[in-house]
């Protein structure tokens, strides 16, 4: 499985963007699909998971700025993000989880994510 993350660009603070998580080789249909972030100068860090499920689960930080959305043929995951903030400047990155519903205290874990995406750039400037 191949993942391409895309979308990601210049935006002003207040702007929005989507990005775009698209696999080559399987659906996303049986399983979790989460955005990851990591920030200059910082590690790694859990943003958004659509469960196989239906349901979402946010970082706080993003909670009702990003929504996290899949794709009708089942091989796109969207994370559409709204009033974007400097300090949402990171590189994003797309993975598919070894699960289709992973417990929330779970979702955190990369090593519970088999798949990740190259990543895509996001700057916002204030």
């Known amino acids: 499985v191949q993942l391409q993350a895309s979308g990601g660009g210049l935006v002003q603070a207040g702007g929005s963007l989507r990005l775009s998580c698209a696999a080559s080789?399987?659906?996303?249909?049986?399983?979790?699909v989460g955005w990851f972030r990591q920030a200059p100068g910082k590690e790694r860090e859990f943003v958004a998971i659509s469960r196989s499920g239906g349901s979402t689960f946010y970082a706080l930080p993003v909670k009702g700025r990003f929504t996290i959305s899949r794709g009708n043929a089942g091989n796109t995951v969207y994370l559409q993000m709204n009033s974007l903030k400097s300090e949402d400047t990171a590189v994003y990155y797309c993975?598919?989880?070894?699960?289709?519903?992973?417990?929330?205290?779970?979702?955190?874990?990369?090593?519970?994510?088999?798949?990740w995406g190259k990543g895509t750039l996001v700057t916002v400037s204030s």
């Open positions: 993975a598919v989880s070894t699960v289709a519903n992973p417990i929330l205290s779970r979702v955190r874990q990369e090593d519970d994510y088999e798949y």
């Open positions: 080789g399987r659906t996303f249909s049986t399983r979790a």
